[in-house]
């Protein structure tokens, strides 16, 4: 009799073991059916271009993403820290291409590559165009999503969009759920501005005709001074971008001045984007670090961009300066300047506004955001550093007509302490 009770007893020992296998195993299948096409992390950087067709294999499904005249690198702004597959214009016929073999909804993220915005892509679906979308810059993420609901197989492919030009674009991200299996969609990627800080892509200043023989701008969204000498803001063109987008102009050093410097405190990497003014190539700019001549460049004309990159990191404060027109009035254009901070966890972000000395409330928020005690300003910021919004001397600040998002919010107490804050608008 024991020992029938022990075989029985083992028998379904057995079976509670084999009904959590699986169990287990549903789960496995359905975590399988959310495909993640790439993220690209799990890539090594590739320096060059890979003009012959080259296969990724996905995860968790081994399905090819084959990709011609691409490479893998580290991800800017929009895909800011991660990896990213960076494809050619169609000039070179770079593409990715995947296919599936039962789809219920395909979304692919996509940014641009330089700050100029005239990047481009189309996206289409066994071979027909489903998408496309142009003038983008690097700043700008773009999400496409759409059901396609199809148990055959379905071949997406990703291209850029102007047929004339080699000018890249980035694939970040594609996700696609599979047919008949409803699994909640996680939340993309988004793009971290809480560990670096933009000095300037100048959009929240106004166009001045003249320049200025000494002028201070604060960066965004830190508040770091950028002063100028013998300098103005203008509308960008060729490498400068075009479209709307500002930079400053710096004239040469005949006239007193023609120099732009600014301060930080401590920097991982510093990355200044400079361009020529003129259709000749006869521009020259310098930049001085700790007034110590760094680097020259020489021979720039407004399609020619350059970009100045310090990846000696510091704890102490470092000063950099630029310089432009070698000795003569010739101006040349600063696009854009980024410091990535040498210790993301120094970044003050509040995140429990219940210990901070001055917080706003409600957070989300729809249409009105008070602050604890008076502020002496408010400033809100776009998550690519413009700003969008700002208050002074108040009790509350009106954010109704914000777009649903998150936004940086830096408040400024009467007594001077700045803190950080996250916001997001419903």
Known sequence: MKTQLTFIFSILMCLSL??????????????????????????????????????????????????????????????????????????????????????????????????????GVVISINGEEVFREEGFDRYKCIEFAQKVDSEEPVTVKITAADETKKDPIVLYYVEVQKYGIDIPKEEAPQPSTEGYWIYEDFLNMEVEADYNTTKDYLSAPNNIVLSADSASIELGEGCSGGGGKKNLRIRGRQYVGGSVEFKVPNAKSVSINLTGKSTLLDRTVQVYKNNELVKTFNNLDRTTCVEFLDEEPSKSEVIYKIVGGNNTDKPVAITSIYVEKYDFSDIDIVEDVDVKPIYFYPNPAKDVICFNEAIQSANVFELNGRLVAKANNALDMNVANLSSGTYIVQLVTKAGEVTTHKLVKE
């Open 18 to 119: 084999s009904l959590q296998l699986n169990a287990q195993g549903n789960i496995e299948d359905d975590q399988s059916n959310y495909w993640i096409l790439e993220n690209f992390n799990q890539f090594d950087i590739e320096e060059e271009w890979n003009i012959l067709q080259k296969n990724y294999k996905t995860y968790p499904n081994n399905i090819n993403l084959s990709a011609i005249f691409a490479n893998v690198e580290q991800g800017f702004d929009c895909a800011y820290g991660q990896k990213s597959l960076r494809i050619r214009g169609l000039e070179e016929n770079g593409a990715a291409e995947f296919t599936v073999p039962n789809a219920s909804w395909v979304r692919i993220y996509i940014t641009g590559k330089q700050k100029a915005a005239d990047r």
